[in-house]
Structures are given as structure tokens and as C-alpha cells.
């Protein structure tokens, strides 16, 4: 009878030791440092279960035992806690860090940048071709000049019309807190004018020193009542929502019958050929002070201003001289 109940004991013991040895060898997987070599970000779909996003990380190379994972999860408390999303996992992340990167961690944040001066057939084509968004946009979804230009922050998942929407509501709000810092002087009788002028800065220049100078010429122009003369608007008067002629303009062009063409047309145009960005629209609503009428490109990147029609067309000549010997390299 003693021998029965020392063997009883002695298997018991046998037992408890081989769990608690299990158990601790499968802690010490589950803790350690898995087989990652690099960052990664991986994808949790909407409706993946437990099982499907072990394997999803065994596949992708992030953890090496996916029951060992369900296990640790179950232990922890977790298991239910892991959410969609899309989530960046470090070098050698373990399997315990994993699971909690999905339950508590933070979704991968992607940025898209519409750049200033895009038409916004342009930027559609953008937060279209932009990874990890859902849903589409249609055309017109949004008018010319509608959308601010800048970089816009989102996770995988959101819909493509919610970020056009934020950008429709940025531009909305940008207008309505630059208006009322306007300088009292010009002549923009509502804030979509600012909109439509900044447009035409924005195409005309890249460089942010010239933009209120250039201003101040199209404003010296609205107030003679002269045309503002902006090759921009005849090439959006051809090419509206496409944003790029592909080709010099000529003079049969600066003739098209087009109330976008400023060559013909007196005043504004009936709308924006682009969305412009923060600094147009403050240069539009805040000209420099100079009585220039005139400036042409100086072949720098940056333009030639003028007072009078004679210093620009010493300008216009200067620079056609300066085209010619860029081709012919002398």
C-alpha cells in the first residue's frame, strides 16, 4: 500500500514538472524574439479571426508558431482584443509583442501630398492611385480650385471621399480665415475671387518670393482695366482638367475663343485652372506695393518685372536670347 501511494506521488510530481516545464518552455517562445529581420507592416483585414491573423504573420515572417501565438494570446487575456488595421512590427519583434502591437498599438499612418497647382481632375487621379484607402471618387465630386494642396494624413481603411472631403474642408476654411486679412484696397469682391487669382499665381510662379509681386502686377492690371495677359489660363482654356498642354503654346492659341483666356477676356476668369496653395492665396489677398505691369521669365526659374512696355520687351528679348542659346549650347 505505501509502495502504491509513493508511486502515485512520484508520477504526480512527474506530471506537475512536465507541465510546469511545457509551460515555461512555451513562455519563453512565445517571449522571445521572433524571426523578423526588418520592419514590416502588415494588413489585419475586418473580420480576420484569431487563426487567420497567426498564420497572416507566420507567412509574412513575423512569428514562427502560430499556436504557440493563440496561446500566449489566450493567456494574456488578449485574445479577443485584437483589432483591423494595418500595423508596423520592429525587427525581431516576439510574439507576445506582436499580439500587443494588434490589441493596443497604433495604426500605421500613411501621408499623401497633392502637390500646389494640380487641377483637380489631378488630384483625384492622386488620392485614387493612393494605397490603402477604400472606395472611389467620381469626377465632380469636387469644382476646380475646391481642394487644399497639402500633405494629408490617413490609415489603411478610410474611404477615399471622406479625404477628398477633408481636403474640400480645408481649402473652405483657409479662404474664410485668409478673406478677412485682405488688404482693403483690392479689388476681389468675394473670397472665390481670391481662389480664382491665387490659382493663376500659383501656375504663374514656384518661387515663394515672387508670388506677391506677381500679384501685384495682375492687381495693378484689374484696376487699368488691362487683361491680365497669363498664358496659365489659355492652356487651361485647351487643356482644362488635364492641367498640362504638353506642347509651347502659339499665337493661334493665345486667340482661342475661351472666357478662361485672358489674352481676349477683361478681368478675372469665370472660375480657378488649379488649386492653389496657402501662399497664393495670401499673396493674392496681400499684393506688394510695386506699379510693375509686366514680367516674363528670366530663364532661372524666376521672372523679369517691368514698368513699361519697352523695358519688357527688352526683357521678352533678353530672354528669347537666352532660349536660343540653350539650344544651341553657345
Do not use: C
Request: aromatic share 8%; hydrophobic share 40%; no cysteine.
Amino acid at each position: 500500500m505505501r509502495t502504491l501511494v509513493r508511486v502515485s506521488l512520484i508520477l504526480a510530481l512527474i506530471a506537475v514538472v512536465t507541465v510546469l516545464a511545457g509551460f515555461l518552455y512555451l513562455r519563453e517562445q512565445y517571449r522571445s524574439p521572433g524571426p523578423l529581420q526588418a520592419e514590416k507592416a502588415v494588413v489585419i483585414e475586418r473580420g480576420m479571426s484569431v487563426a487567420g491573423i497567426a498564420d497572416l504573420l507566420r507567412r509574412e515572417g513575423i512569428i514562427e508558431s502560430p499556436r504557440v501565438f493563440r496561446l500566449g494570446l489566450r493567456y494574456e487575456n488578449i485574445y479577443h482584443s485584437l483589432k483591423a488595421g494595418e500595423f508596423a512590427f520592429p525587427p525581431r519583434v516576439s510574439m507576445q509583442q506582436a499580439g500587443a502591437v494588434i490589441a493596443f498599438g497604433k495604426p500605421v499612418i500613411r501621408r499623401l501630398t497633392i502637390a500646389e497647382g494640380l487641377t483637380t481632375n489631378q488630384v483625384l487621379q492622386a488620392v485614387r492611385a493612393a494605397d490603402g484607402l477604400t472606395g472611389d471618387v467620381s469626377d465632380g465630386v469636387a469644382a476646380e480650385g475646391a481642394l487644399l494642396p497639402e500633405t494629408y494624413f490617413y490609415s489603411w481603411g478610410d474611404s477615399r471621399m471622406g479625404l477628398v472631403n477633408r481636403m474640400r474642408t480645408a481649402m473652405k476654411e483657409t479662404v474664410m480665415r485668409l478673406w478677412p486679412k485682405r488688404r482693403p484696397s483690392i479689388r476681389l469682391e468675394r473670397p472665390e475671387d481670391a481662389v480664382i487669382l491665387a490659382s493663376i499665381i500659383e501656375k504663374e510662379t514656384g518661387v515663394d518670393g515672387e508670388r506677391a509681386r506677381i500679384s501685384s502686377v495682375f492687381h495693378n492690371r484689374l484696376r487699368l482695366g488691362m487683361r491680365l495677359q497669363s498664358d496659365p489660363t489659355v492652356v487651361y482654356a485647351i487643356a482644362g482638367g488635364e492641367g498640362a498642354l504638353g506642347r509651347a503654346l502659339t499665337r493661334a492659341d493665345l486667340a482661342v475663343d475661351s472666357p478662361y483666356n485672358t489674352y481676349s477676356a477683361f478681368g478675372l476668369p469665370p472660375g480657378p485652372i488649379a488649386n492653389p496653395g496657402v501662399a497664393s492665396i495670401e499673396a493674392a489677398l496681400n499684393p506688394g506695393d510695386g506699379d510693375e505691369l509686366y514680367f516674363v521669365a528670366d530663364g532661372t526659374g524666376g521672372h523679369a518685372f517691368a514698368k513699361t512696355l519697352a523695358s519688357h520687351n527688352r526683357n521678352v528679348a533678353r530672354y528669347r536670347r537666352f532660349l536660343r542659346q540653350q539650344e544651341t549650347g553657345r
